[in-house]
């Protein structure tokens, strides 16, 4: 099935650099949601975006909903050790009710 | 708690058996969605209700797949005569209504031998 593509496919830091991954898609979507999933869990919800433009804080984490509609961001600050895991993004197109996923952007903290 | 639960958390079966997984909901969302993820992939949409109505299946759900919602509450995923590649985990969301945010369980991980 179809999956957007995510960027990068992973990233090594240290604890307390900031974070910045992306996710595009050849068509448009209507809302953008971001997803982390720890190992044997399932994906637990970061942020939903329903709005072109929109720029959305939860903590240190924010995202935005590229104004193309085709595209999504999240930035983490000053990363933590709990931030390690893997971030999924997930559209949902208009009159569509099926999340489609990203490929996963794995996050590992060098100590 | 009152998140999406999965029952059992692992499950391990030899080829051609049969297995079934429950997802309950969390409580009044009238959506619930079915998707399998294998490793290193995202989650795959395969099936989702409208309270008990079934009103779409992914192409992923083959006709040894079979869903069920009978009262609108809890769900069951039905795998008959598994076969190694049916190996994955299988995640069940809900959501309040319609294009509302998803809430994903723990999900079930299988294992076929």
């Known amino acids: 099935g179809q999956q957007l593509n995510q960027s990068p496919q992973s990233m090594f830091i240290q604890e307390g650099e900031d974070v910045s991954m992306n996710c595009t898609s050849s068509s448009i979507f209507n809302t953008w949601l971001w997803y982390k999933q720890d190992p044997g869990e399932g994906p637990v919800l970061l942020i939903a975006?329903?709005?072109?433009?929109e720029l959305t804080s939860n903590g240190r984490l924010t995202a935005q909903f590229g104004i193309t509609r085709k595209d999504s961001f999240l930035n983490i600050s000053a990363s933590i050790p709990s931030d390690v895991g893997i971030y999924f993004c997930a559209g949902l197109d208009f009159g569509n009710e099926k999340l489609t996923f990203g490929t996963g952007t794995r996050l590992t903290i060098i100590p | 708690d009152t998140g999406v639960s999965q029952d059992p958390r692992h499950k391990i079966t030899k080829r051609g058996q049969n297995v079934t997984f429950r997802c309950d909901p969390i409580?009044?969302?009238?959506?619930l969605y079915w998707y399998r993820q294998t490793l290193g992939q995202g989650p795959e949409f395969l099936t989702y209700f409208q309270n008990e109505a079934q009103l779409e299946k992914s192409r992923l759900l083959s006709d040894r797949f079979s869903a069920e919602r009978p009262k609108g509450s809890f769900s069951t995923l039905e795998i008959q005569r598994t076969e190694q590649g049916d190996s994955a985990m299988y995640l069940c969301?809900?959501?309040?209504?319609?294009?509302?945010?998803?809430?994903f369980g723990p999900g079930t991980r299988l294992l076929v031998l």
């Open positions: 969301a809900s959501s309040r209504s319609g294009r509302e945010t998803q809430y």
């Open positions: 975006l329903y709005k072109a433009g």
């Open positions: 409580s009044e969302h009238n959506r």
